[in-house]
């Protein structure tokens, strides 16, 4: 089968927000004096915020005091997404978009974020994708291909058809979960399941993502 759609995720590949919420998760363990540094927050990139909650503070069960903690996260986040300008958006990013366009291909963003359609409108590029899809829609959040299976869905293309670019460890693997090929934006030492890994979004290019296609035929 031969490549039909692009998933996008947002934190990370299109734009700085992962930096943001490691700056919220830093705050919040700072408040309550629990240890927490860039190495760690490699296991929260894609993945939810009760989850994030529940590897930060593993010894609390109560399931209100988990939401209470989320929700404080949050707050710090919303605030400081307001600051999110279309000039945030990364190199590349709609170059990539406009040369996908012109060969037919379709787009998605594929994001764990509930915050999703706030960074897209303030980055102003919604209108730019074939669908979104979030975190507000799926029961599981990657490493579950819950998400880039929804995207697939939505438009109307088989999961085998997708190549998914993705930032996080969690999303590598829901990616190849749904049977999707994917590039990893990082290195290959923390993406080592990735088909192929760049160090942005600006390295990414048609001819790229026809080759692994071409590599991952079925
Ligand atoms: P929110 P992505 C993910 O977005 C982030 O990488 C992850 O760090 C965050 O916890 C998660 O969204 C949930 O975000 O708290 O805004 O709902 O990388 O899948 O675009
Ligand atoms: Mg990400």
């Known amino acids: 089968m031969g490549l039909r759609a692009v998933i996008f995720d947002l934190d990370g590949v299109i734009t700085d927000t992962s930096r943001f919420h490691y700056l919220c998760w830093k705050k919040l363990a700072d408040q309550y004096h629990v240890p927490f540094d860039e190495k760690f927050n490699e296991r929260f990139k894609g993945v939810s915020r009760k989850d994030c909650v529940r590897l930060l503070f593993p010894e609390i069960q109560d399931d209100a005091r988990l939401d209470e903690l989320a929700e404080q996260k949050n707050h710090h986040y919303v605030e400081m997404i307001q600051q999110i300008t279309p000039a945030d958006l990364f190199d590349g990013t709609q170059e990539l978009l406009r040369e996908l366009r012109a060969y037919g291909i379709k787009t998605a963003i594929g994001s764990a974020s509930k915050n999703t359609p706030l960074v897209l409108q303030k980055l102003e590029i919604a209108h730019w994708f074939d669908a979104v899809a979030d975190g507000t829609e799926v029961a599981h959040s990657k490493p579950a291909p819950d998400v880039f299976e929804l995207c697939a869905r939505k438009l109307n293309v ?21 049977g999707m090929t994917v590039v990893g934006i990082g290195s290959q030492e923390l993406l080592p399941e990735a088909d192929w890994t760049v160090n942005s979004v600006r390295d990414v290019s048609w001819d790229l993502l026809n080759r692994l296609t071409l590599k991952n035929k079925r």
């Open 158 to 178: 088989a999961c085998s058809e997708c190549i998914v670019i993705e930032d996080a460890q969690a999303g590598v693997q829901a990616a190849l979960a749904a």
